[in-house]
């Protein structure tokens, strides 16, 4: 009798809870006006920006990341792991150096096609609209359509239009209206300039922290549309600054990469000279000014 009594009472709930969810979910997606959709987006913008630091996140000169980043197989098996060092200098300065120190003590396959410097390590460096990197044979241009995607991506990320695009007048910022996505609540933010990419951006309601990012292009040689995902989790302050420790990507549907983060630094002084294709060349040839290339 008490199983029967619990069943009705939960046969009578399940329509009020289905009737509040609907009403809700209608109340989530109510359209609205361009001039009101943009100052909702840029309402949830402001409150991320506080959730990552405030000032601290806004005023940081520089960061270097270290850990291990993996590539994988369209069956999901590990291309191999190394050790990754990013170092960025805003605005629009990148370094990442491949360490190819082995974390097994099987043999794995490196994650990239990369020949090794006599460091036993690859750099790439990014500055604007040119790029660099340093393996086995010196120092080669990257190609033309890996440095256009990746800016592409770059002009559309969290860290630049937070910090350098809110003013710009070719930003256009849509509310999408909230979403569920891995069981948290998030904010849709629609970010786009007339550019050939378009970039969501997902903020968790609760924490205010971005939970990934969707980017769509179109491939220039297949016409098709693509999508990259990159998921942001595991955050921790450092230096007053709100960071995500583990960064996953995806390519239609697939895992491409990850990057487990073990150690950050904020505003380390970082030369301008490492984001520079004389610095590569410097390093290329035993150079003694790049003391900072390493943490």
Known sequence: MRLAVRGCARAAILPCLLLFCSTALAQDTTVLAPEASDARARQVIQQSIQALGGAAYLDAQDSTRTGRFSRFEHNG????????????????RERIEYIFKRYFDAFLPLPLEAPLHTTNSALEVHNGAQGWILGGGGVEDLPRDVLDHREQERIRSVNVVFRERLHDPDLILRYAGLDVVDLK???????????????????????????????HFRDPESKQIMEEIEYYSNYHTFQGVVTPMQILREHNGW?????????????????????????????????????????
Do not use: C
């Open 255 to 295: 895992l491409t990469t990850q990057f487990f983060i073990e150690e950050v630094k904020y505003n380390s002084g970082l030369s301008d000279a490492m984001f520079t294709r004389e610095g590569l060349e410097a390093m290329a040839h035993g150079g003694k000014g790049n003391k900072n290339a390493k943490p």
């Open 77 to 92: 098996s590990v291309t191999g792991t190394i050790k990754m060092v990013v170092m960025n200098k805003y605005p629009g």
């Open 185 to 215: 609540q998030v904010d849709w933010i629609e970010v786009s300039d007339g550019g050939p990419y378009t970039a969501r951006f997902a903020i968790e309601h609760s924490t205010h922290l971005p939970n990934r990012v969707v980017y």
